[in-house]
């Protein structure tokens, strides 16, 4: 991420202040980008860092709540394998073309999809055998007002 900031205010000055822009160094800011976005799916669903609703979640037992958690989970890896065999097909057809910036195969920089989505379901296998390997207090509620004592 440092290195992706750093080239995109570096493209920014030159083209604003110096009227120099290269279709290189743009195109590969993109693909530095997508790349770190694409990484991040995994990383975030080791670390709980996805987005959750969970205003009713967080009133339901814990019992209830592990598997709440991998159903969940099992959706997710059904989303993600979607869009990992949608990204098998896409890098298939769009990666023969030659990119116009760097001049290298479109595979390459669309290979992340797929690549992306199979860790990422590796991630959710892991977070699911977690949940149910896991201890009754990992689900207990983290907010104190919502226990029996603090109705």
Known sequence: MGLLAVLVI?????RYFFSHSWKELSEFNVTLFAFTTFWGM????LKNEHVIIDILYDRVPPAIKRWLSVV??????VVDLVF??????YVGVAGKQISQGMEIPMKYMYGI???AGAICAVCIVIKIIEFITADISYFAP?????????P
């Open 42 to 45: 995994g990383i975030n669903v």
């Open 113 to 115: 999809m797929p690549m």
């Open 84 to 89: 990992t065999k949608q990204g098998i097909s």
């Open 142 to 150: 983290k907010n104190k007002a919502l226990t029996k004592e603090n």
């Open 10 to 14: 570096f493209s920014v000055i030159a």
């Open 72 to 77: 969940n989970y099992l959706i997710v890896l």
